[in-house]
């Protein structure tokens, strides 16, 4: 069964950084691209990154570009997004998603929330 565990999320001042993880289990977590989606407050979802399999290809947001890095560790099927420089409108529910089989999987979200 396919499983996400997320974490890192907190309240944070502008300006500040943060490191999300997540831990996937029940597929073979090194053959697929993942990716991070934040929802804020009356917004649909939205793309943040997304990283290849092995993780030599990355894509961004535009939002987000020169200021967020999406990894992965395979040998401990992880998948991070590192957020530097964050402003308020960062603030949301972060969630880290893999396609399947034309099938979208999610994690249960981490709260982002950036403010004074």
């Known amino acids: 069964q396919l499983h996400f565990v997320e974490s890192g999320g907190d309240l944070v001042q502008p300006g500040g950084s943060l490191r999300l993880s997540c831990a996937a289990s029940?597929?073979?977590?090194?053959?697929?691209?993942m990716s991070w989606y934040r929802q804020a407050p009356g917004k649909e979802r939205e793309l943040v990154a997304r990283i290849s399999s092995v993780g030599g290809y990355t894509n961004y947001a535009d939002s987000v570009k020169g200021r967020f890095g999406i990894s992965r560790d395979n040998a401990k099927n992880t998948v991070y997004l590192q957020m530097n420089s964050l402003q308020p409108e960062d603030t949301a529910v972060y969630y880290c998603?893999?396609?399947?089989?034309?099938?979208?999987?999610w994690g249960q979200g981490t709260q982002v929330t950036v403010s004074s």
């Open positions: 998603n893999v396609r399947r089989r034309s099938d979208d999987y």
């Open positions: 029940g597929f073979t977590f090194n053959t697929y691209p």
